[in-house]
């Protein structure tokens, strides 16, 4: 979204570098966790999900590392393109009275530097 | 092309004169919800609707309106919109709720609503 990057934290990364994001999460009942990427005047993607019997699971490119012991989720990309810059939440689904909740982090932006 | 749309894309209306914005998919999917994103908050679930007819509140409904009376469509309404409700807007769609199996939700472009 447009002004929907300020007060995010920015990771500058070099074209062709790999890139980790972090992400803590806040509930320690999440089962089920969600990376999505958003770019600029654009709604956001789903990138990769993971659930929390698993700590790692790998997709094109990216890979999602999850620690349930620290309430820790991270989003690796492999050699970075200027495609790839973009704002990244991650997401955290739990199961809550009413029904799976979905809670959305605060984001981080990517800037790739060619 | 499997899509959620939104309309309008851009709104800028007045304290107290309802509006709706509208939001279809096209991949039959039963789960949709409302999201608004402003900066420092992230994106915060509005409405969601579990299938046609059943609707329930998410996090920050208050002042916000939804209806599900056709599995493609998933209007939101703002009945005396308000200047706290400048926002920009998110309709999402997946087969199943998160957590679920089949969980990939698709996100509209988004609805850039300012109310003066």
């Known amino acids: 979204g447009e002004n929907v990057g300020l007060h995010l934290p920015t990771l500058s990364v070099q074209e062709g570098d790999n890139s980790i994001i972090n992400c803590a999460y806040s509930n320690s009942a999440s089962d089920y966790f969600i990376w999505y990427k958003q770019e600029s005047g654009k709604g956001p993607q789903f990138i990769i999900d993971?659930?929390?019997?698993?700590d790692k699971r790998q997709g094109q490119r990216v890979t999602v590392l999850l620690n349930k012991t620290v309430k820790h989720l991270s989003l690796q990309i492999a050699a970075t393109q200027p495609g790839d810059s973009a704002v990244y939440f991650c997401?955290?689904?739990?199961?809550?009275?009413?029904?799976?909740?979905?809670?959305f982090g605060g984001g981080t932006r990517v800037l790739v530097k060619p | 092309e499997a899509q959620v749309t939104q309309n309008p894309r851009y709104l800028i209306t007045v304290t107290g004169k309802k509006l709706t914005v509208t939001c279809s998919q096209n991949m039959n999917h039963e789960y949709m919800s409302w999201y608004r994103q402003d900066p420092g908050l992230g994106l915060r679930q509005i409405y969601y609707s579990m299938n046609v007819e059943v609707t329930d509140k998410g996090d920050v409904p208050e002042g916000y309106k939804v209806s599900r009376k056709e599995k493609r469509n998933f209007p939101l309404i703002l009945e005396s919109p308000s200047p706290n409700q400048t926002s920009l807007y998110f309709c999402?769609?997946?087969?199943?709720?998160?957590?679920?199996?089949?969980?990939?939700?698709?996100f509209g472009p988004g609805t850039r609503l300012t109310v003066t």
């Open positions: 997401a955290e689904s739990w199961r809550g009275a009413a029904g799976n909740k979905l809670t």
């Open positions: 993971i659930r929390s019997n698993m």
């Open positions: 999402a769609s997946s087969l199943s709720p998160p957590g679920l199996s089949s969980y990939e939700q698709y």
